[in-house]
């Protein structure tokens, strides 16, 4: 990739400087645009989107957040429809399409969010997600890779504007927004207040900590070899099963649905959770039949989703770098190793083949 | 995004439907019979399942026991596991359940016509094939020889006695059973189901077998039908996930890049051999 | 339809659990009205009937124990260990891991040979066990759920996933990650992750996991800098019988 292609990309777009001092009042406006959500501090040192009260508590610099942001379309736990028990009878469960403001997001987020909105698009289109999805806005904003962030190996750099309308870069005075799309015209125009930039922006690279032997559009061949490779057991010894890397992922998307019924037994609410490939009961059949029993397979299966199934089918990795997966990941199982491995264990087999 | 232009559907809101009719059939199998509001029929194709729910015990898919060519209502059989099939034995006569579906891809009738067809069920696999065998007799004419080789573990689980004693009797299908522990009333065969498929006279070209049954079963049967020599391209199989969603979505039935409940529940043999992780 | 009869027993804990539902009656009071108490604390020597539900607290460490536990279990339909010492011996069953004389010694010095004790055991390893309500104290959302789901006449839903799940799917900050030891990664959930929910580590009080992965989890804790012998104790806490 030629960081110079980069700048001069992103020097296409129409720019306006934001000066520090401008940013909480960029998003006072914003509030007034529709529900802004961004991240926020969350405990001593995590980040969390959240609904923005206070423009002041918007962090703009840093690592990464707990959660996703599919947390906004697919929550964790969403009443699906609720009953009435005694009855018999149900309600549907409105889905309220909001406007909603995504401030300062990263560009593999973004990313992640496409992923997803190609899942619950195909074959079967689920209103659910497509109507929380609708009347979205999405700002971007600039980061500093760090040692799990796997996006640039895998083809999304952070100057990726896909699906975004404003892209923040920051600079000494502040941040230059760059009007990726209409929506984004609108809001920088709406705001009023700032002075539009005529000169080249120097992009300031960001060189990405984490790497991966071979060029991500090789992955997909790697997955085809790489079923029955040792490298899944030496990771499952590691494992502990815990299901962290499903939930936090920016493309996971598996659930789970429980009725649940109120303590006086008069009604009660069909609820779907998060739920995960990794996590015991996850593919039982009748007889408590497990037919993915070992963490192996498990985590085999969680992969080849990632870069293998779902990427066939639609030509993109669904893999998009976040790092939640190695950064929350308990027993520390990285993601670039593993995958780095896995490409060792590849190369060996072709080496083997070409040897006969 | 586009998703204005894309048709989004209400994916998981059930259809109240009412129990018209509950037949014992074994201490832990109920046949329920089922009709949609208004009289609509399910517009299902043999081999293919509903979700079915009760408020407060959940969801489950179940495969539908009857053939398409009755309308107006449908069957599920139902063995009681578990948290929602128990509570459904405790239902009756007027009761509602919610129904989404039909879902999944179901047998193919049109590849089916003219063929011999080798029914092959174990146990609780009778249910599933149930639809398509009563397809096959109901449509009689379009198909060759009908052979059902049915296994259960005791006579007290055979399913469907009173269609048995008509399959049984009709002179254009060729019924074989066996149990496996009998008891002091048995007088049939003994044995599993695999002895049954060696003694069949089969014209293997165009023999089409639909094998249905526990996890356990579908190795040993294969190897019973590989060693009549009838070609994999002739075998089709049901397999059972718990399909949470039914839609594709919520990703419980997935083995390796398949679907069960939008590829299957109904495979072509030659599709999932090489799918670990299927049978 | 006549109310469900529910009865609690007690054996060898430290009732903690019985306190621990106080925390919760304005939930339960909605529940009760669904069912008759017909024995709470009572020893049973009225020969009182029989019961659709009873719940039992505390682990079996001692004869009379065994006795009084075959007693409950012909008059129960439906029997619920409540609480980690009902369900898996406990914090009471670290002492299995001494021996008996020593263990007794120690606490009843020389009147030692006036109460008989066995190692403790949970509830199943005698009779017959429905449901568990793991967690010490138990859990109150699963104590909830299963009262709720037998009332119902529903098979109650167990989760056989870790805590780390609950704490994911409510955004906890990672306690691990601050430096804090946490067993969340192996321990089985239900308890909705209250400890690391309000910054406190989670002490593997409801057991593991069904498939855990012991070495793998004592290493986990090595690398989070804890020692072995660090790990492998906190471990035993509340499963020393499972993990023997």
Same mark, same amino acid.
């Given at each position: 990739m030629?960081y110079?292609d980069?700048?001069?990309?992103?020097?296409?777009?129409?720019? $306006?400087l934001l000066?520090s001092?401008?940013?909480?009042?960029f998003?006072s406006f914003?509030?007034?645009?529709?529900a802004?959500? /961004? &991240?926020?501090?969350k405990?001593e040192?995590?980040?969390?989107?959240q609904?923005v009260?206070?423009p /002041?508590n918007v962090?703009?610099d840093?690592?990464?957040t707990?959660?996703?942001?599919?947390?906004f379309f697919?929550?964790?736990?969403?009443?699906?429809?609720?009953f009435?028990?005694?009855?018999n009878?149900?309600q549907?469960?409105d889905v309220? &399409?909001e406007?909603?403001?995504?401030?300062?997001?990263?560009s593999?987020e973004?990313?992640?969010?496409?992923r997803l909105?190609?899942?619950?698009?195909?074959?079967?289109?689920?209103g659910?997600?497509?109507n929380?999805r609708?009347?979205?806005?999405?700002i971007?904003?600039?980061?500093?890779?760090?040692?799990?962030h796997?996006?640039?190996?895998?083809?999304i750099?952070?100057?990726?504007?896909?699906?975004?309308?404003i $892209?923040?870069e920051?600079?000494?005075?502040g941040?230059?927004?760059?009007v990726?799309?209409?929506?984004g015209?609108n809001?920088?125009?709406?705001?009023g207040?700032?002075?539009?930039?005529t000169?080249?922006?120097?992009?300031?690279?960001k060189?990405?900590k984490?790497k991966?032997?071979?060029?991500?559009?090789?992955?997909?061949k790697?997955?085809?070899?790489?079923?029955?490779?040792?490298?899944w057991?030496?990771i /499952?010894?590691?494992?502990?099963?815990?299901?962290?890397?499903?939930?936090?992922?920016?493309?996971?998307?598996?659930?789970d649905?429980r009725?649940?019924?109120?303590?006086?037994?008069?009604?009660?609410?069909?609820?779907?959770?998060?739920?995960?490939?990794?996590?015991?009961?996850?593919?039982?059949?009748?007889?408590?039949?497990?037919?993915?029993?070992?963490?192996?397979?498990r985590?085999?299966h969680?992969l080849?989703?990632?870069f293998k $199934?779902?990427?066939?089918?639609?030509? /993109?990795l669904?893999?998009?770098g976040c790092?939640?997966?190695?950064?929350?990941c308990p &027993?520390?199982?990285?993601?670039?190793?593993?995958?780095n491995?896995l490409i060792?264990d590849?190369?060996?087999?072709?080496k083997l083949?070409?040897?006969y | 995004m586009?998703?204005?232009?894309?048709?989004?559907?209400?994916?998981y809101?059930?259809?109240?439907?009412?129990?018209?009719?509950?037949d014992?059939?074994? *201490?832990?199998?109920?046949?329920?019979i089922?009709?949609l509001?208004?009289?609509?029929?399910?517009?299902?194709k043999?081999?293919?399942?509903v979700?079915l729910?009760v408020?407060g015990?959940?969801e489950a898919?179940i495969?539908i026991s009857?053939s398409?060519?009755?309308t107006?209502?449908?069957d599920l059989?139902?063995?009681a596991t578990?948290?929602?099939? !128990?509570?459904m034995?405790?239902?009756?006569t007027?009761n509602?359940?919610?129904?989404r579906?039909?879902?999944?891809?179901?047998? !193919?009738?049109s590849?089916l016509k003219?063929?011999?067809?080798?029914?092959? %069920?174990?146990?609780?696999?009778?249910? +599933?094939?149930?639809?398509?065998?009563d397809?096959?007799l109901a449509?009689?004419?379009?198909?060759?020889?009908?052979?059902?080789?049915?296994?259960?573990?005791?006579?007290? =689980?055979?399913?469907y006695p009173?269609?048995?004693k008509v399959?049984?009797?009709?002179?254009?299908?060729?019924?074989?059973?066996?149990?496996?522990?009998?008891?002091?009333n048995?007088?049939?065969?003994?044995?599993?189901?695999?002895?049954?498929?060696p +003694?069949?006279?089969l014209?293997v070209?165009?023999?089409v077998a639909?094998v249905?049954g526990?996890p356990?079963?579908?190795?040993?049967?294969l190897?019973a039908l590989?060693?009549?020599r009838?070609?994999d =391209?002739?075998?089709?199989?049901s397999? =059972?996930?718990r399909?949470? %969603?039914g839609?594709?979505? %919520?990703?419980h %039935?997935?083995?390796?890049h398949?679907?069960v409940?939008?590829d299957?529940?109904?495979?072509?043999?030659?599709?999932?051999? *090489?799918?670990e992780?299927?049978? | 339809?006549?109310?469900?009869?529910?009865?609690f027993?007690?054996f060898?804990?430290?009732e903690?659990?019985?306190?621990?539902?106080?925390?919760?009656?304005?939930?339960?009071l909605?529940?009760l009205?669904?069912?008759?108490?017909?024995?709470?604390?009572?020893?049973m020597?009225?020969?009182a009937?029989?019961?659709?539900?009873a719940?039992?607290?505390g682990?079996?460490?001692?004869?009379?124990?065994i006795e009084?536990?075959?007693d409950?279990?012909?008059r129960a339909?439906?029997?619920?260990?409540?609480?980690?010492?009902?369900?898996?011996?406990?914090?009471?069953?670290?002492?299995?891991?001494h021996q008996?004389d020593w263990v007794?010694?120690?606490?009843?010095g020389?009147?030692?040979?006036?109460?008989?004790?066995?190692?403790?055991?949970?509830?199943s390893?005698v009779?017959k066990?429905?449901?568990e309500?793991?967690g010490?104290?138990?859990?109150?959302?699963?104590?909830l759920h299963i009262?709720?789901?037998?009332v119902?006449?529903r098979?109650p839903?167990?989760?056989?996933h870790?805590?780390?799940?609950?704490?994911k799917?409510?955004?906890n900050e990672?306690?691990?990650?601050k430096?804090?030891?946490?067993?969340g990664?192996?321990t089985?959930?239900?308890?909705?992750?209250?400890c690391?929910g309000?910054?406190?580590?989670?002490?593997?009080?409801?057991g593991?996991i069904?498939n855990?992965?012991l070495?793998g989890a004592?290493?986990?804790l090595?690398?989070?800098?804890?020692s072995?012998?660090?790990?492998r104790k906190?471990?035993?806490?509340?499963?020393?019988?499972e993990?023997?």
């Open positions: 030629n110079l980069t700048i001069t990309r992103m020097n296409l777009h129409e720019k $306006y000066t001092k401008q940013i909480p009042d998003i914003l509030k007034t645009q529709g802004v959500y /961004a &991240a926020q501090k405990g040192q995590s980040y969390s989107y609904y009260e206070d /002041a962090v703009l840093y690592p990464r707990i959660q996703p942001l599919k947390k697919l929550p964790p736990r969403e009443e699906l429809l609720s009435d028990y005694q009855n009878s149900y549907k469960t309220v &399409a406007k909603r403001i995504f401030f300062g997001i990263h593999y973004m990313q992640g969010v496409l909105d190609y899942s619950f698009k195909k074959g079967n289109p689920e659910n997600y497509l929380r609708e009347n979205c806005i999405f971007g904003v600039s980061y500093e890779p760090d040692e799990f796997l996006a640039n190996a895998l083809g750099e952070v100057e990726n504007t896909e699906g975004l309308s $892209y923040l920051p600079v000494r005075e941040y230059i927004a760059f990726i799309d209409e929506a015209q809001l920088i125009q709406g705001f207040k700032t002075a539009k930039v000169e080249t922006i120097h992009i300031k690279e060189p990405a984490a991966i032997r071979y060029h991500y559009n090789r992955l997909p790697v997955f085809e070899h790489v079923y029955t490779s040792q490298v057991g030496q /499952a010894k590691k494992c502990l099963g815990c299901g962290t890397c499903n939930l936090l992922c920016s493309t996971c998307y598996c659930f649905v009725d649940e019924v109120s303590l006086d037994l008069q009604s009660g609410t069909r609820e779907r959770f998060w739920d995960g490939c990794m996590l015991n009961r996850f593919a039982e059949v009748a007889g408590n039949e497990n037919f993915r029993d070992e963490l192996s397979s985590t085999r969680r080849h989703r990632k $199934y779902l990427t066939e089918e639609s030509g /993109a669904h893999c998009v790092g939640r997966c190695s950064k929350y &027993a520390k199982i990285n993601l670039g190793t593993t995958i491995a060792d590849f190369t060996e087999q072709q083949k070409e040897a | 586009e998703a204005t232009t894309i048709q989004k559907q209400e994916l809101y059930p259809l109240m439907s009412e129990i018209i009719q509950v014992h059939l074994t *201490r832990t199998e109920k046949r329920f089922i009709s509001p208004d009289g609509q029929s399910l517009g299902h043999p081999g293919q399942f979700e729910s408020f015990f959940g898919p495969s009857s398409p060519t009755k107006g209502q449908f059989t139902i063995r578990g948290r929602l099939t !128990d509570k034995h405790h239902l009756k007027g509602l359940v919610g129904i579906g039909p879902f999944g891809n179901g047998f !193919d009738v590849l003219g063929k011999d067809m080798l029914f092959v %069920c174990g146990g609780i696999g009778l249910a +599933p094939l149930k639809s398509l065998i397809y096959t449509r009689r004419s379009d198909f060759g020889r009908i052979i059902i080789v049915y296994g259960t573990k005791n006579p007290s =689980e055979i399913l009173s269609e048995i399959w049984q009797e009709r002179p254009d299908v060729e019924f074989h059973m066996t149990v496996d522990r009998p008891d002091v048995w007088e049939g065969k003994v044995g599993v189901i695999t002895t049954l498929i +003694p069949l006279d014209v070209e165009r023999t639909a249905v526990p356990v079963m579908y190795k040993f049967v190897m590989k060693a009549k009838l070609p =391209e002739n075998i089709y199989m397999l =059972e996930r399909m949470k %969603c839609v594709g979505k %919520c990703g %039935c997935q083995i390796n398949t679907y409940c939008q299957g529940p109904v495979f072509h043999y030659p599709d999932i051999k *090489r799918l992780e299927a049978i | 339809m006549s109310k469900p009869k529910v009865a027993f007690d060898t804990s430290c903690g659990c019985q306190l621990n539902k106080l925390n919760f009656e304005n939930d339960f909605d529940m009205e669904h069912v008759d108490i017909v024995e709470f604390r009572e020893a020597d009225d020969k009937d029989e019961y659709d539900i719940f039992i607290e682990s079996i460490s001692t004869p009379t124990c009084r536990i075959h409950i279990r012909r339909k439906v029997l619920v260990a409540l609480g980690q010492c009902a369900c898996s011996g406990g914090v009471n069953a670290m002492k299995n891991l008996p007794r010694e120690e606490v009843y020389n009147e030692k040979y006036r109460f008989p004790s066995i190692p403790a055991q949970p509830v390893a009779v066990v429905d449901y309500v793991r010490c104290p138990m859990s109150a959302p699963e104590y009262f709720k789901s037998l119902m006449g098979k839903e167990i989760f056989d870790a805590v780390c799940v609950e704490c799917l409510k955004e990672c306690v691990l990650d430096g804090m030891f946490c067993l990664p192996v089985r959930a239900g308890c909705e992750a209250i690391p309000n910054g406190q580590y989670c002490t593997g009080c409801r593991p069904s855990l992965n070495e004592v290493e986990m090595r690398e989070h800098g804890f072995e012998t660090e790990a906190r471990l035993h806490l509340f499963s020393a019988n993990l023997v």
